[in-house]
């Protein structure tokens, strides 16, 4: 069962585009929705899980309508969206049993077995007595997912679910999110590019409401080989290299500044190729200069 989104736009009543005629057909598996904050990727997900609606366009769930038919969507449908509460006074267990009755499970025994399942499977079977007032961020996270989980959805969205981990809860979430992928639609909504390089198999890039690139990670990466080159300087020669140059990113690394450029061939002196990885696929999107059309001129300029 895929999710097939055609030509989706929103505008909010403040005059903000957030998103414009987007579309794509996203398989079963792992799906990274990458794009920095305010790009339009939650109000792709709120559509998505039936929270809005769109203002033209049209989404499908298999053969389900996602615009017209809420309540099917809904029936198979999990969302673990950027910010959500819990009751800080009830355990893990007391308030998953509570939205399994929600979700429709009102067989006690079956409710029971399902919770512990989703519990082991969330790792927080040990800790299930404990109040969630007291969880970590890491444990709430993967708190949500348990309940996102309940009823076997077909489709899984989870929004910006790592942002303000710590990197020990944030391997043990993705390591989770890496095996929920195998026979529904899970959608990674998110700004952090390595939880896309970790876990998607394809992904799509969104910036001002619009897709920029949409392509397995691996291929994208291999379409920038030889495009990329990188320099060691000093912070203040950084704005005349910008000048010069396609500067993508720059960071600081021992003091000195490295930055990455993006050309056909060696920008100048001082630059050495680099092998590329998906964040270069990111900041070259980003700038304009790789994607479906950037793509095309760099390799129009270098044969």
Known sequence: MGLFIRNVSKKYANGVQALHNVSLDIPPGMYGLLGPNGAGKSTLMRTLATL???????????????????????????????????????????????????????????????????????????KRKQKLGGYSGGMKQRFGVAVALLGNPQLLIVDEPTAGL??????????????????????????IVEDVAELCTRMAIINKGQILLEAQPLEAVAALKGYIWRKLTDKSALPALEQEHQIISAKLLSGRTLVHAYSPERPGNGFDAVEPDLEDVYFSTMAGCFGPTGQQQAEGQAR
Not at 166 to 191: C, K, M, Q, Y
């Open 52 to 126: 809005q609606e769109p203002d033209a366009g049209e989404i499908h769930l298999g053969d389900i309508d996602v615009v017209n038919q809420k309540e099917a969507v809904r029936q198979t449908l999990g969302y673990l969206p950027q910010e959500f509460g819990v009751y800080p006074k009830a355990s893990a267990e007391e308030l998953l049993d509570y939205f399994a009755v929600l979700k429709g499970l009102t067989n006690r025994a079956e409710r029971r077995a399902t919770t512990e399942a989703l519990l082991r499977q969330t790792n927080l079977w040990d």
């Open 166 to 191: 710590d990197p020990a809860e944030r391997v043990r979430f993705l390591n989770l999110l890496s095996e929920l992928g195998e026979n529904s639609v899970v959608i990674l909504s998110t700004h």
